[in-house]
C-alpha cells in the first residue's frame, strides 16, 4: 500500500507555511517584494489545498469522508497522526481565506513596519492548521504554542506605548493558558495511558472510578486554557483592548484565534464526552452552555459600553465565540449545523471591519494613514512616515456600503449571512431533536440573549456609523488603495455567496455535524489505517 496525492494534502497545510516562513528568515528586511510574493504564494497554495481538501472530504473517494496521515508512518495511538474531515477541512479554508484577505492588505504598509512579519505570519498560519487537523493532544499543545508564540510578535509588530502594553498583557494571560493547557495534558496522560484524542474516547467508558474523577478534573483544567483563548466570560477581559490597539491585519488573525479554542472544545468534548462515554458521557456540556450565554451578556454589555470601533470589534467576537460555546453546551445537531454556520459567517464580517476601520478613520484624519504607491525607500521605524497615494474614486461610498453591510453581518439583519445564521438557530431551538410538547426555558433565554445582543449591537454600530459619517462635519474622502479594498471586498463578497448559497452551505454543514457527533467513525477511521510498508523489504521477510 501507498498513499496516494490526496492523502498528502493532509500534511500540506502545515508544511507550505512552514518552509515558506523558514526561507523568509534570512532574507534582510528590505527585499519586501521578493519576501510579500514568497508569502503570497504560499496562501494561495494553502487556499487551493484547502478547496481540495473540501471536495476530498465530501465525496466518497476518502472512507467516510475522513483522511489520516500517519507523519511518522506508526499507526494510531503510537505515532503522530494528522486527520482531516469535514469540520477540520471547512477551518482550513476559513484560515486560508483570512490569510490571503489579511496578507494583500498588509502588502503595502502593515507588513514594512518591523523584520520578520511574513516569518511570523507564515508560522501564525502553520499553528492554526496543525491545531486544526492533529489528533494528538500533545501536538495540539504544540500547533497551540507555535500559533500564540508568532501572535506574540505580530502583535509587538510595530509597535507603540499602547500596542506594548495590550500586547504584554496579552502574552502574560496566553503564558498562564499554555500553562493550564501542560498541566491538564499531563493529567489525561496520567488517568488514561494515552494522548491520542480517539484513543483517549475509546477507553474512557471503561475507565475506573478513580481513573474517570482524575480525567474529568484533567478535562476541566484542559477546559479553562481553551476557554480563555476562546474569551469566554470572566476569561476574556484581554481581548478588547488587544483588538483595539493590534494592527489592522493581525487583529483580522487574532478574530479567527479567537475560535481555535472552542474549535477544540468541539472537537474534543464531542468526541470523548459523547453518549458512547459511559459515565463521563455529557461532562461539562452544562457549564458550556450557561458560560456562553453568561459571554453573550458580557459582549452585548461591551459593545453598548464602548465608544472606539477597535472595541466595538473586540466585544463583537466576545459574543460571537460566547454563542458557538452555548451552542455546543445545548448539545443538538441541528443547532450545532447553524452554529458553524454562524461561525464562519461572524468570523469573515468581524474580520472584514477590522481591516475597515483604518479605512474609516481617515476620514477623521485624513492623510494620517495613507499608505503609499511606492515605498522602496521605507525605513523601519515606530511610526511610519504619511505616505502619498492615489485615490480611488468614490471612496467614501466605498467605506459607508463596506460598513453597512459589516454592521448587518455582525447584528444579524438581513439579508445577508448574519440573518441566515441567526434564522437557522431559532429554527433549531425552536425544533429539539428529539420532539418536545414545549420548548425548555434554556431555549427561550438562549434566544432571548442572542435577540438582545442583536439589539446591542445595532445601536452600537448605528452610534458609531452615524458620528463618523453623518455628524462629523465636512469629510474628505480618503485615499484608499486596490490592495486595502480588495481583500474588505473579498470578505464581504464571501459573506454574500454564504447568503445566496445558504442551501448547499448549510447542507454541507449538516453533513459536517452529523460527522462530528458520531464519534465511533471516528474512532473506526484512525484505527484502521495501516502503516506504509518499507519498499525496500521483499514480500515475506520481517
Not at 158 to 182: D, E, K, P, Q, T
Not at 460 to 487: H, I, K, Y
Not at 488 to 516: D, H, K, N, W
Request: charged share 10%.
Amino acid at each position: 500500500m501507498t498513499l496516494g496525492w490526496s492523502e498528502h494534502l493532509i500534511v500540506a497545510p502545515v508544511l507550505i507555511p512552514l518552509v515558506c516562513g523558514a526561507l523568509q528568515v534570512p532574507i534582510k528586511h528590505n527585499r519586501h517584494r521578493l519576501k510579500f510574493s514568497i508569502s503570497m504564494v504560499s496562501v494561495l497554495a494553502l487556499l487551493a489545498v484547502a478547496v481540495l481538501l473540501v471536495m476530498q472530504t465530501d465525496s466518497p473517494r476518502w472512507r467516510n469522508g475522513m483522511g489520516v496521515y500517519l507523519a511518522a508512518n506508526w499507526m494510531a495511538p503510537f505515532g503522530i497522526v494528522l486527520l482531516a474531515d469535514r469540520l477540520a477541512a471547512l477551518m482550513v479554508l476559513l484560515t486560508a481565506l483570512l490569510a490571503v484577505a489579511t496578507l494583500l492588505y498588509s502588502m503595502l504598509r502593515w507588513s514594512r513596519v518591523g523584520v520578520h512579519f511574513h516569518s511570523l505570519f507564515q508560522f501564525l498560519v502553520m499553528g492554526l492548521n496543525g491545531a486544526f487537523l492533529t489528533n494528538d493532544l500533545f501536538n495540539l499543545f504544540v500547533f497551540f504554542e507555535v500559533m500564540l508564540a508568532a501572535s506574540y510578535g505580530l502583535l509587538l509588530h510595530g509597535y507603540n506605548a499602547s500596542r506594548l502594553r495590550s500586547g504584554m498583557h496579552y502574552i502574560a494571560i496566553n503564558l498562564v493558558a499554555s500553562l493550564l493547557f501542560l498541566i491538564g495534558v499531563a493529567l489525561i496522560y496520567a488517568s488514561s495511558g494515552t494522548l491520542n484524542m480517539a484513543d483517549l474516547a475509546a477507553r474512557i467508558p471503561a475507565m475506573s472510578a478513580t481513573d474517570l474523577a482524575l480525567m474529568k478534573l484533567a478535562a476541566t483544567v484542559l477546559a479553562i486554557a481553551f476557554l480563555v483563548k476562546s474569551a469566554m466570560w470572566p476569561l476574556g477581559f484581554w481581548l478588547p483592548p488587544t483588538y483595539a490597539t493590534a494592527s489592522p491585519p493581525v487583529a483580522a488573525m487574532l478574530v479567527l484565534m479567537t475560535k481555535v479554542g472552542a474549535y477544540a472544545i468541539l472537537r474534543l468534548w464531542l468526541l470523548v464526552f459523547s453518549d458512547d462515554a459511559g459515565l463521563a458521557a455529557g461532562f461539562g456540556f452544562t457549564a458550556l452552555l450557561w458560560g456562553g450565554m453568561a459571554t453573550i451578556i458580557y459582549g452585548a454589555a461591551g459593545m453598548l459600553a464602548s465608544e472606539t470601533p477597535g472595541r466595538m470589534a473586540g466585544y463583537g467576537a466576545i459574543v460571537s465565540s460566547g454563542t458557538l460555546l452555548a451552542v455546543i453546551g445545548y448539545g443538538q445537531p441541528s443547532l450545532v449545523t447553524a452554529g458553524l454556520y454562524y461561525m464562519v459567517g461572524s468570523t469573515l464580517g468581524i474580520a472584514a471591519f477590522v481591516l475597515l476601520i483604518e479605512l474609516i478613520e481617515r476620514i477623521r484624519t485624513p492623510g494620517a494613514a495613507v499608505l503609499a504607491v511606492t515605498m522602496e525607500a521605507f525605513a523601519i521605524e515606530d511610526t511610519p512616515e504619511v505616505p502619498v497615494g492615489v485615490g480611488i474614486p468614490a471612496a467614501l461610498v466605498f467605506l459607508g456600503l463596506s460598513f453597512a453591510a459589516c454592521a448587518l453581518i455582525i447584528t444579524g439583519l438581513p439579508p445577508l449571512s448574519g440573518f441566515v445564521a441567526k434564522f437557522g438557530l431559532f429554527h433549531a431551538l425552536l425544533n429539539p431533536e428529539p420532539p418536545q410538547l414545549a420548548l425548555p426555558l434554556i431555549s427561550w433565554t438562549l434566544m432571548a440573549l442572542i435577540l438582545v445582543s442583536g439589539l446591542a449591537a445595532i445601536i452600537s454600530m448605528m452610534r458609531f456609523g452615524v458620528r463618523t459619517f453623518w455628524a462629523s462635519g465636512a469629510v474628505s474622502p480618503p485615499r484608499l488603495q486596490v490592495t486595502e479594498v480588495a481583500p474588505v471586498s473579498a470578505l464581504l463578497l464571501v459573506c454574500l455567496v454564504m447568503t445566496v448559497q445558504a442551501g448547499p452551505v448549510f447542507e454541507y454543514l449538516r453533513r459536517t455535524s452529523e460527522q462530528i457527533h458520531h464519534p465511533e467513525q471516528y474512532i473506526q477511521r484512525i484505527f484502521s489505517e495501516p502503516a506504509v510498508p518499507n519498499p525496500s523489504r521483499k514480500e515475506g521477510q520481517p
